[in-house]
């Protein structure tokens, strides 16, 4: 591992700017910044999955390696040329969204966002890892990167809708179903 740090402020970003992972100086409202940024929001809204206590071990395990996954992929957005997410991290969500997808019923309504406080925290990451995706892709408008990278929070996100869903079964929390206007 490379240095630890000793100090937590630097005073380096007090104009503004901020180092890349190659120690180029960016402004902090830069397109990969932002895009790292939000990944970094998105496992902590994981994280405030994570600390619901009693998930099933089954979604702790996966969580908890994806945060791991996030902090990579933070780090191939932060460092211009670096390249870490590749196909396979795509497929092997793919496999696992359809293996938790398998057991439950099938959606005939919209679902608003609830049913649990583990399932509520899941769907703010969600959405947090769409807004990841989105400023990835505008990232890449202007900046090299990996297509695999917003294709990964894609997969991501839908991931954890799914997750989401099986967390509102598990908290005996139901799922919130959206009503037409006229139908509340």
């Not at 994280?47 to 702790?60: K, R, S």
């Not at 793919?94 to 919209?110: C, H, S, T």
């Not at 090299?144 to 989401?164: H, I, K």
Request: charge should be negative.
């Amino acid at each position: 591992m490379g240095h630890r740090l000793s100090k937590i402020y630097t005073r380096t970003g007090d104009d503004g700017t901020t180092g890349l992972g190659d120690g180029e100086r960016v402004a902090k409202t830069h397109v990969r910044i932002e895009a790292y940024g939000t990944v970094d929001e998105a496992s902590s809204a994981i994280g405030m999955v994570l600390a619901v206590p009693g998930l099933p071990e089954n979604l702790n395990k996966l969580l908890t390696r994806i945060q791991h996954e996030l902090f990579d992929l933070g780090s191939e957005l932060a460092v211009p040329g670096y390249s870490v997410i590749a196909q396979s991290h795509v497929d092997v969500l793919e496999r696992e969204l359809d293996a938790l997808n398998e057991n439950l019923p099938m959606l005939k309504e919209f679902i608003l966002p609830g049913g649990g406080p583990a399932a509520a925290a899941c769907h703010l990451a969600r959405t947090i890892t769409r807004r990841a995706e989105r400023a990835t892709w505008k990232m890449l408008e202007t900046e090299a990167g990996s297509r695999e990278v917003p294709q990964y929070l894609n997969r991501l996100s839908d991931l954890l809708f799914v997750v989401a869903r099986v967390l509102a079964r598990h908290e005996n929390g139901t799922e919130v179903l959206w009503k037409r206007d006229g139908a509340r």
